[in-house]
């Protein structure tokens, strides 16, 4: 049982962040977590499909449409810094504006 004890006290600790992405914002569009987190996003779309890109994080993927489920992205939030996020699938007239920050503090 100890080694378990241990290995639960070594592990970073995990943030899961719910997100809402709808025509053309994410809510929340700004997040702060502590340097060395796990960031777990859960992202559903209340319309259409959208994208979530984190550049500086080499993240890319789809947010499946209304009822078809949840994205999932795991980021791990080393180095303190602001990662732009933004939708990467054209979505609409206010799609180049659709984009938030995940600011990561020391
Ligand atoms: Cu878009």
Redesign the pocket.
């Known amino acids: 049982m100890l080694w378990l004890l241990l290995l639960l006290a070594a592990a970073p600790p995990t943030k899961v962040i719910h997100m809402t992405a709808e025509?053309?914002t994410f809510i929340p569009s700004q997040v702060k977590v502590k340097a060395g987190t796990v960031v777990e996003f859960r992202i559903h779309s209340e319309d259409t499909n959208?994208?979530f890109r984190i550049p500086a994080a080499g993240i890319n993927e789809v947010i499946p449409k209304r009822g078809k489920g949840e994205l999932k992205v795991v980021f791990h939030a080393d180095r303190p810094g602001r990662y732009e996020f933004e939708?990467?699938?054209?979505?609409?007239a206010g799609?180049n504006m659709?984009r938030g920050v995940l600011i990561v503090e020391e």
Request: with cysteine; hydrophobic share 15%.
């Open positions: 025509r053309f959208h994208g939708c990467s699938k054209p979505c609409g799609h659709m």
